[in-house]
Nanobody, 117 residues
Framework: QVQLVESGGGLVQPGGSLRLSCAAAGSVFGINVKGWYRQAPGKQRELVATITSIGNTNYADSVKGRFTISRDNAKNTVYLQMNSLKPEDTAVYYC???????????WGQGTQVTVSS
């Protein structure tokens, strides 16, 4: 069973920073943590950033230049460094991963990010 553990969310003022982490729990072979999505109240879930196993990245236009996604393959962990946060970044942030055994995509439980003064 794949379990993704997210951490790092919280309340921050506009212009502030947060760092999210997503780790695959346990030592399950073949899990590839891929990236971050977010869902604001009343809106659909949207892509924030993704990263391949070799480090190629992709960002939503709304976060380019402010967010940086990175990974530590040894820890099977993906990070999202969020700088210059805006109120419109407020959402629940989810990470996802693929598992080669089932060829399915799995999601974390989500972590709340609130940007407010």
């Amino acid at each position: 069973q794949v379990q993704l553990v997210e951490s790092g969310g919280g309340l921050v003022q506009p212009g502030g920073s947060l760092r999210l982490s997503c780790a695959a729990a346990g030592s399950v072979f073949g899990i590839n943590v891929k990236g971050w999505y977010r869902q604001a109240p009343g809106k659909q879930r949207e892509l924030v950033a993704t990263i391949t196993s070799i480090g190629n990245t992709n960002y939503a236009d709304s976060v380019k230049g402010r967010f940086t996604i990175s990974r530590d393959n040894a820890k099977n962990t993906v990070y999202l460094q969020m700088n210059s946060l805006k109120p419109e970044d407020t959402a629940v942030y989810y990470c996802n991963a693929d598992w080669v055994v089932t060829r399915m995509t799995y999601w974390g439980q989500g972590t709340q990010v609130t940007v407010s003064s």
